[in-house]
């Protein structure tokens, strides 16, 4: 069976840095896109950045320039590089992993800015 291990969220101060990572458990036989996704209270779950298998990359406009979205494809694993945090980045921040027949997400990891 496979999950989506998330970890690094946490509280940090604006203009403070938090690294996001999220680990496969179990086996995908083939992994697509990777990426994070987030939700405030109140609001639709939105795409923050997304990264091909080739590692291409795609950005919200919200956040370019600010995080970075990485893969280790040996290790199934994707990484958000998140600095110059403001507290409107605050939001549970989802993983997304797209394999060949189906979507994974994470359960989900809580990443609060305070101001």
């Known amino acids: 069976q496979v999950q989506l291990v998330e970890s690094g969220g946490g509280l940090v101060q604006a203009g403070g840095s938090l690294r996001l990572s999220c680990a496969v458990s179990g086996s995908i036989y083939i992994v697509r896109d990777m990426a994070w996704y987030r939700q405030a209270p109140g609001t639709q779950r939105d795409l923050v950045a997304v990264?091909?298998?080739?590692?291409?990359?795609n950005y919200a406009d919200s956040v370019k320039g600010r995080f970075t979205i990485s893969r280790d494809n040996a290790k199934n694993t994707v990484y958000l590089q998140m600095n110059s945090l403001k507290p409107e980045d605050t939001a549970v921040y989802y993983c997304?992993?797209?394999?060949?027949?189906?979507?994974?997400w994470g359960q989900g990891t809580q990443v609060t800015v305070s101001s």
């Open positions: 997304n992993i797209q394999g060949l027949y189906r979507d994974y």
């Open positions: 990264i091909t298998r080739g590692s291409s990359t």
